[in-house]
């Protein structure tokens, strides 16, 4: 249980919030590079900020303040130029960092201009995603995680808006045990007509949490499970401070998931769930699987406006939103199996007090060296996948993608493949 | 830049504010006579007030307040009629008279009337008529970008070289020059006004090309504006137009949203109203950061708080006329050549929103039948 004061201190994210420094010490996505391919501008809200990313006639990208500095007009609607982009009201030009650099009705040699500055903010390229730093300049390499940057993936990401507060979705990451109800016995019961059981549902034996170079590395033993399995051996991480990293290394497939979670403002939570898939050597890919990046919405709620529990993210998102807009942590009760997420808060507070101090905080890199190629733990065959490629995908968010169909037809050709090897046709 | 204080000063308008009673010593417009030909009632929102307008069985109207305690009893209004028109009026008896301007009683023209809820605050919309340069680029530049791909080139990117606003006593006359123009064009000389507090005068006074425009700005709370387009076409000589397009005003609704919920930045309002919009609900005036070119701005809301505190002084304020003498025909500045009409009368009239009006067509086909060069547009 936190008091009042203290989760406002956690969750709050706007400018000039303790939270919101911490977490502005860090590269956010804020589009894929493909939503920019046929547009100069989008509007992007980001702890609490409102900002237009934008495309110059270089091939360039800004992220600035949304509202022209002279009357406020929406440069979402601007003009792009070789070096900035221009307000539509006026023709006020902006370059990347909002500086001001041409106002063309202003008398010639008007200095007013110079004193004209709008925000701008650093923006990288990774993975297939555009990423903003809104921090304290010199801005830190963006990291390369490996999920980002393996060669000969297949990518696709969703994205949600979650109408509530960031906090309560990077606590569902400290919490192994809710998989087993929240995704397992749930699940059956939502499907009890259906007679439909999941591995999920099995029951955790033990949990463990340890704070690693890049965050926090969460283990589970499941009944029947030992402790040589990959769960709670090798385990998977959450990336300080807003990354679940969850794949799997197992069987035929690299898979890497990261879900990033992005704070809109206090109480909207920009979701994305990122998926790359490294198939096995020697598959036959269509080559737009590999260049592409597509981005796709899947729905978090069913048109009636009711949650889409038969999907594993909408049963998380209705954990998340049903515990409030932003969750009333003074009147929680936390037992035993909360303590993964009690660590984190303390590691938020601890870098919270770094970063005020003028210190990077964790997880910040400079030295490219150390950012070629940031590898996480990987479990392989995780009990959890027992229920096998396919019906996890088909259960997943993943099957709104475009290309969902691609990847399955791909992945079961990998595996055609491997059985003709192991078991050559007999002959008639 | 205003203080925050300042700005909800000159914004709200809703019943007790200052700015409100300002405006309430103002007839303001709430519908058409030929609207009510087809309806008895009609619920008008004006300056934060829920009024219910009805029309009564002596011809005459009556507009009370749509909701009243029980045992009590509404407050009503004065309505009254105007170049088809029917007007409010919110303030302090005696009501002063309606300004009989030019355009509204004009014989003889054809008269539509666009409306549209604007969802932003009254004078954001205000102040972007008092603002000569925008034109150069949200409908010049601005315009070009969105239509880049077909190649659009308009008059309005013409560079302004000098801008000027004079108070005058209706309001304020607007002037500019542009590259290539001297102070002997009528977009100098003439200029257009801003009739004070919130219409916008923009006309042409060619004998082949002679219309009256008003932008009437009305505040139905302090984050939506009712927005009239009202236009009076004059017949040129040798155009004879039936009868049905004189005898009212044709009223239409103009879209200002496409289908997918974004603005219509193909048309010339289309732009206005996402620069509008796009301030915000109410636009924060404690971030802004005003130019040389924004001193027509400065200009009317100065002119905003000095009439203020003329009411507040117990005086009628500019523009309210009581002598039946002064109100024959007001006869406000109408530019004849505008450069930025430079393409053309038809092209102008389709990038316009009059061209939602239902008889659009009509009015074209009516002027044509003139066949006065200046309407032909090059090809």
């Known amino acids: 249980m936190l008091t009042a004061e203290q989760n406002e201190r956690l969750t709050r994210v706007g400018p000039g919030t303790p939270m919101g420094a911490l977490l502005r010490r860090y590269w956010m996505p804020v589009a894929t590079v493909g939503e920019m391919r046929d547009r100069w501008t989008k509007r992007v809200r980001l702890m609490g900020e409102d900002l237009v990313l934008f495309k110059d006639r270089s091939s360039n990208f800004g992220l600035i303040g949304e509202f022209c500095p002279h009357r406020r007009a929406s440069l979402a609607y601007g003009i792009p130029e070789a070096d900035g982009i221009r307000c539509p009201y006026h023709g006020w030009k902006f370059d990347g960092a909002g500086q001001c650099i041409d106002q063309p009705n202003e008398p010639d040699g008007s200095t007013f201009k110079d004193r004209i500055k709008n925000a701008g903010y650093p923006v990288s390229e990774m993975g297939g995603l555009l990423w903003g730093y809104l921090g304290p300049l010199p801005a830190p390499l963006v990291p390369r995680l490996d999920g980002f940057v393996a060669d000969r993936a297949i990518r696709h990401v969703g994205e949600a808006i979650v109408p509530c507060n960031w906090l309560q979705i990077m606590e569902n990451s400290l919490d192994p045990v809710h998989t087993e109800w929240l995704h397992g016995l749930l699940y059956e019961f939502i499907k009890e007509r259906d007679g439909v059981k999941v591995a999920i549902a099995r029951h955790h034996a033990k949990i463990g949490f340890d704070e690693f170079e890049y965050g926090i590395i969460k283990r589970r033993l499941m009944e029947g499970q030992s402790e040589d399995s990959d769960d709670w051996k090798v385990g998977h991480p959450v990336v300080f401070p807003n990354i679940l990293a969850v794949g799997s290394g197992g069987g035929l497939w690299q898979q890497y998931t990261f879900q990033i979670r992005v704070p809109v403002d206090d109480t909207h939570t920009r979701h994305y769930w990122y998926h790359a898939y490294v198939p096995p050597a020697g598959s036959v890919v269509a080559q737009h699987l590999l260049d592409d990046v597509p981005l796709y919405e899947p729905p978090i709620v069913a048109d009636d406006g009711s949650y889409l529990l038969e999907y594993i993210h909408g049963q998380d998102i209705m954990a998340w939103t049903t515990q409030g807009e932003i969750a009333d942590r003074s009147r929680e009760n936390l037992g035993s199996s909360d303590r993964g997420v009690t660590m984190y808060r303390k590691m938020l507070e601890r870098e919270m007090a770094v970063a005020e101090a003028g210190g990077d905080p964790k997880g910040v890199i400079r030295d490219p060296a150390r950012n070629e190629y940031i590898e996480l733990p990987l479990e392989r065959n995780k009990d959890m996948f027992g229920d096998g490629f396919e019906s996890l995908f088909r259960r997943h968010m993943s099957i709104f993608s475009p290309i969902a169909e691609e990847i399955i037809a791909v992945f079961a050709q990998a595996r055609e493949a491997r059985r003709e090897a192991r078991e050559p046709a007999s002959v008639a | ?379």
């Open chain 2, 1 to 379: 830049m205003v203080t925050p204080q300042e700005n909800e000063l000159l914004t709200r308008i809703g019943p007790g504010t200052r700015m409100g009673a300002l405006l309430r010593r103002y007839w303001q417009p709430i519908g058409t006579l030929g609207e009510m030909l087809e309806k008895r009632t009609k619920r008008v929102r004006l300056l934060g007030e829920d009024l219910a307008l009805s029309r009564n069985d002596d011809g005459g109207y009556d507009l009370i307040e749509a909701s009243f305690p029980r045992g009590g009893s509404p407050a009503a209004y004065a309505v009254s009629e105007l170049g088809g028109l029917l007007w409010a009026y919110l303030g302090p008896l005696p009501a002063p008279l309606i300004p009989r301007l030019d355009g509204l009683v004009a014989e003889g023209t054809i008269r539509i009337l666009g409306s549209a809820v604007i969802p932003c605050n009254w004078l954001q919309i205000m102040e972007n008529s008092l603002d000569a340069v925008h034109t150069e680029w949200l409908h010049g530049h601005f315009f070009e970008f969105v239509k880049e791909s077909e190649g659009l080139k308009v008059s309005f990117t013409r560079r302004h070289m000098k801008i000027g606003f004079d108070e005058f006593e209706y309001g304020i006359v607007k002037r500019r020059v542009l590259e290539g123009q001297t102070e002997e064009d009528d977009d100098w000389k003439i200029g257009h006004p801003v009739v004070f507090p919130n219409i916008l005068a923009i006309g042409n006074a060619s004998p082949a090309w002679h219309e009256y425009r008003f932008q009437i700005r009305v505040p139905i709370d302090d984050t939506h504006t009712k927005h009239y387009w009202f236009g009076a076409f004059v017949m040129p000589e040798g155009a004879t137009a039936p009868a049905h397009l004189l005898d009212r005003v044709h009223e239409y609704e103009t879209p200002i949203f496409q289908p997918d919920g974004d603005f219509m930045l193909d048309s010339i309002h289309g732009q206005d109203i996402m620069a509008w919009v796009s301030q915000g609900a109410i636009a924060d005036r404690s971030r802004e950061s005003l130019g040389t070119t924004d001193r027509g701005i400065t200009m009317y809301r100065r002119m905003l708080l000095r009439e203020l505190k003329r009411i507040e002084d117990g005086h009628d304020p500019k523009n309210v006329i009581r002598n039946p003498e002064q109100n024959g025909v007001i006869v406000l500045p109408l530019e004849g050549t505008k450069a930025q009409r430079a393409d053309g009368f038809e092209t102008l009239f389709r990038r316009h929103q009059v061209r939602y009006s239902p008889i659009a067509e009509e009015i074209l086909e009516v002027l044509r039948s003139a066949r006065a060069p200046q309407l032909v547009s090059a090809p």
